[in-house]
């Protein structure tokens, strides 16, 4: 067939069917547009993405790093903690025992002096002497005061009874004699006194005593 003859033909086509070939022609190419235009987009999206996990690695890698830094920071920080307080458990009585040092070099000038002088009262005094510095000192500087507690009323928070002995002149429990000295730190007990405690006699009913002294009031 000829061209002359096919141009006839489609010209003798009818025009609905010319018409609805365009309509496809033109759906056809609407289609490809957005399917085009859908892909790019996808393509956009993939790159944010891409560019989004990047991201992430980045910060997460460098969390990590500030993690591992403050991590051995901590390590660092634990071990000159632990350090520090061994130093200050050893070392807690550095001041203590430098007060104690100058006592003890006291001691060795009296001892020094009786070892030529032969005198034993000077010795004493020398001894009194030093004793009277000691506890000056720890009161002073420490707080460490020695309490006396002959004569005084018995007190359980300070006082610990070796021995007990009723009297006749006494109305209430009262230390008669101090074995071993108490001693306060601040305004604590550090060590009880030793004492010996006199108690009120109690007066028995059958007491022939008491019925004699009666007797003679009468």
Do not use: C
Request: aromatic fraction near 6%; charged fraction near 40%.
């Amino acid at each position: 067939m000829s061209k002359q003859q096919n141009e006839e033909v489609v010209e003798n086509q009818p025009q609905e069917l010319v018409e609805s070939t365009e309509n496809e022609r033109s759906e056809a190419a609407a289609t490809e547009s957005s399917t085009t235009e859908a892909q790019v987009e996808a393509d956009d999206g993939l790159e944010v993405l891409r560019k989004r996990i990047q991201e992430l690695e980045a910060e997460n890698s460098e969390l990590k790093d500030q993690y591992l830094r403050k991590s051995a920071d901590f390590d660092n920080f634990r071990k000159r903690m632990f350090r520090e307080k061994e130093e200050s458990v050893k070392y807690a009585n550095t001041n203590l025992l430098s007060d104690i040092i100058n006592i003890i070099d006291d001691f060795e000038r009296a001892i020094k002096s009786s070892q030529e002088s032969k005198d034993f009262d000077m010795f004493h005094s020398g001894i009194e002497l030093i004793e009277k510095q000691f506890t000056g000192m720890l009161d002073r500087n420490w707080g460490l005061k020695r309490f006396e507690s002959e004569g005084e009323p018995f007190d359980p928070q300070k006082h610990e009874a070796i021995n007990m002995e009723e009297r006749d002149d006494l109305q209430d429990q009262t230390v008669l004699e101090d074995y071993q000295k108490g001693y306060m730190l601040h305004d604590r007990v550090l060590r009880h006194a030793k004492v010996k405690v006199g108690v009120p006699r109690a007066a028995s009913p059958g007491n022939p005593d008491d019925n004699d002294r009666e007797q003679n009031k009468e």
